[in-house]
């Protein structure tokens, strides 16, 4: 079971914190330092001194960090146009020497879109599937040939498919729960399927869909990854669980119930009950990005059980 740590910098953050968070996750052990992406607080939080861009962001720690993998859980498919975004993603992987992870979603946050001006159309799920055909056709492409797509929503013609990725393949991460669509684009085009903020039995039935999507795509379920993200809020008592869920603003027994929180081993055996429902790696999302201590507690006392 690997353990990611998972960011949501729209809450309130600096690049300064993000970096502090990612080498952190390098030193003690995690797999990978992943963000949202995101331009509008969510919630209570005054989401100051405003929103980072998760490329620009991934592009800062490539160079800062050596061995985490880093990446996106989701880059927002309305706010980059697929060339654009296919650049961005294989340069970032070049500047980290092969580290970057793409998760690609719809986009879902209007009001973001309102407050920055980024168009929010409604056909947003055919949108993404043209997109995912784009971004993997064009790292796909052989150098000195050229990519052309003649889609509903997207046009390309003679494109260099340039630049590379310094991976022969960035991981693709689809998710979430839509029955249908999303099974059948993650057996398509995803290295890895997440299911985000979900209990084990709909994690269970959703990775059911997805290997079946796969295998009607010509696939192996086992091709795929299979993933969960949850809130992660650990003590090594029961005063320091409640501390930790006061700070981001959630109660102990609703955290307990929907995410990962308790004391280290009530954290290590619900994890477990994701494992046997086929979930091979958790995203951890951490909200008090100033609380580097719950980071060094899960990694001494619930990573190194796994």
Not at 13 to 42: C, I, N, P, Q, W
Not at 175 to 182: D, E, K, N
Request: proline share 4%; charged share 25%; glycine share 10%.
């Amino acid at each position: 079971m690997d353990l990611r740590i998972f960011t949501e910098p729209q809450q309130g953050a600096t690049y300064d914190t993000l970096l502090a968070v990612a080498k952190a996750t390098e030193d003690l052990g995690f797999d990978a330092f992943f963000r949202s992406d995101h331009y509008l607080r969510m919630g209570s939080t005054d989401g100051l001194p405003g929103p980072t861009d998760a490329w620009i962001t991934l592009a800062g720690l490539a160079r800062e960090t050596k061995r985490i993998r880093l990446g996106t859980l989701m880059t927002a498919g309305t706010f980059r146009l697929p060339g654009v975004l296919a650049i961005q993603v294989a340069q970032v992987d070049q500047m980290s020497g092969g580290r970057v992870e793409l998760g690609l979603g719809a986009g879902w946050f209007e009001e973001e879109h309102k407050a920055y001006g980024i168009p929010f159309p409604k056909e947003k799920i055919a949108r993404l599937e043209e997109q995912l055909a784009i971004v993997t056709g064009l790292w796909e492409t052989e150098v000195g040939e050229t990519f052309s797509y003649d889609g509903t929503y997207y046009q390309l013609t003679d494109s260099p498919a340039l630049p590379k990725p310094a991976q022969s393949r960035v991981p693709v991460l689809i998710g979430g729960h839509g029955v249908s669509r999303t099974p059948r684009l993650a057996g398509r085009y995803a290295d890895e399927f997440n299911m985000p903020f979900a209990s084990v039995e709909d994690s269970g039935s959703q990775f059911g869909r997805v290997r079946a999507a796969a295998e009607e795509a010509g696939r192996k379920g086992t091709d795929l990854v299979y993933s969960n993200a949850l809130v992660a809020c650990v003590g090594k008592d029961d005063a320091e669980v409640a501390r930790r869920a006061a700070s981001i603003g959630r109660e102990v027994e609703e955290l307990k119930a929907n995410g990962l929180a308790g004391s280290p081993a009530e954290v290590v055996d619900r994890i477990g009950r994701f494992a046997e429902v086929g979930s091979q790696r958790i995203y951890l999302q951490i909200l008090d990005l100033d609380d580097l201590d719950h980071l060094d507690l899960i990694s001494s006392q619930v990573q190194s059980q796994l």
